[in-house]
């Protein structure tokens, strides 16, 4: 939580408007893979992520943050990305510059950042890096900035106005 505190204060120096939103304080439930969401745009759950969700949607950027649990993201986040359905689909995060961060005791800080900024981009979202591994010495802390793998803009041919139809989805293959 720190890390992502860091980063919106930064933000805030720049003259952005910042709200930090802690998942674990939220009530969520499961996706069920209903496809409701992109059809409609509405989600059949009545929780807490609708207010996330609006909160997301209305926002010029997003900083998303996680430690790494077993080499990946909380299940806070999971939950999370997995409720984006719609967004994915739709694409609906064209516009919206974002950016991930990540803690760990050891290795996978470089696996969740990917991680998060492919699942961003797939969204329709720009990518504006990660900060990369931070590091203690004797000297104090040492940090190399790095640009990611997954640095990407989406194709313009990708975006849409308003909500897509089915048959005005594009198939990603496979």
């Known amino acids: 939580m ?14 952005a408007d910042t709200k930090l939103i ?13 496809a409701v969401c992109y059809r409609t745009g509405e989600c059949v759950h009545d929780d807490d992520f609708g207010k996330v969700y609006k909160q997301i ?3 010029d950027g997003i900083v998303l943050g996680s430690p790494v649990y077993f080499g990946s993201v909380t299940a806070q986040m999971k939950t999370m990305i997995d409720r984006m359905s ?3 689909h739709c694409q609906l995060l064209l516009g919206k510059r974002v950016a991930s ?12 950042e990917e991680y998060i900024n492919r699942i961003l981009v797939a969204m329709g979202a720009t990518t504006s890096g990660a ?4 590091w ?4 104090g802390w040492k940090k190399r900035w790095r640009r990611p793998s997954t640095w990407a803009e989406p194709s313009s041919g990708r975006s849409r106005v308003g909500r897509p139809t089915p048959s005005r989805r594009r198939s990603t293959g496979g």
């Not at 760990?104 to 696996?111: F, L, N, Q, Y």
């Not at 900060?131 to 931070?134: A, E, H, K, S, V």
């Open 86 to 88: 719609d967004p994915l």
């Open 57 to 59: 949607m209305g926002s």
């Open 101 to 112: 961060v990540s803690t760990a005791g050891s290795e996978g800080h470089r696996e969740v």
């Open 131 to 134: 900060p990369g591994p931070i």
């Open 136 to 139: 203690r010495t004797r000297r």
């Open 2 to 15: 720190k890390l992502v505190e860091a980063v919106l204060a930064g933000a805030e120096e720049a003259g």
């Open 22 to 34: 802690d998942l674990c304080s939220l009530s969520k439930k499961y996706c069920s893979a209903c």
